[in-house]
Nanobody, 125 residues
Framework: QVQVVESGGGLVRAGGSLRLSCAAS????????MGWFRQAPGKEREFVAA????????DYADSVKGRFTISRDNAKNTVYLQMNNLKPEDTAVYYC??????????????????WGQGTQVTVSS
């Protein structure tokens, strides 16, 4: 069993930055690929970014590429999402998830075994 807890959300003005953290406890976090998803009001949850177990492979949604950076510190069992140049359309609840997989395709929600409760990110214009 793995517990996943997000933190770091908040209110920021457009153009600002936030860093989300995702702490994983239980089995060694380096066993899991990690992903970030988000859900805006009235919309379906969507893929944001993901990182492989080793950290070598990363993937980003086109809407955040060049602005967001995903990274991980396996010694701290923590994954980060650095979000720069935030836009009002980035407003959403952000979820972290862990996948016990070696697949390189990390965009599908179906591969993720454990999910956090989410953290709210609000970007004002």
């Amino acid at each position: 069993q793995v517990q996943v807890v997000e933190s770091g959300g908040g209110l920021v003005r457009a153009g600002g930055s936030l860093r989300l953290s995702c702490a994983a406890s239980g089995r060694t976090s380096s066993t899991y690929a990690m992903g970030w998803f988000r859900q805006a009001p009235g919309k379906e949850r969507e893929f944001v970014a993901a990182i492989s177990r080793s950290g070598i492979i990363t993937d980003y949604a086109d809407s955040v590429k060049g602005r967001f950076t995903i990274s991980r510190d396996n010694a701290k069992n923590t994954v980060y999402l650095q979000m720069n140049n935030l836009k009002p359309e980035d407003t959403a609840v952000y979820y972290c998830a862990a996948a016990y997989t070696s697949t390189r395709y990390l965009r599908s929600e179906a591969i993720y075994d454990y999910w956090g409760q989410g953290t709210q990110v609000t970007v004002s214009s």
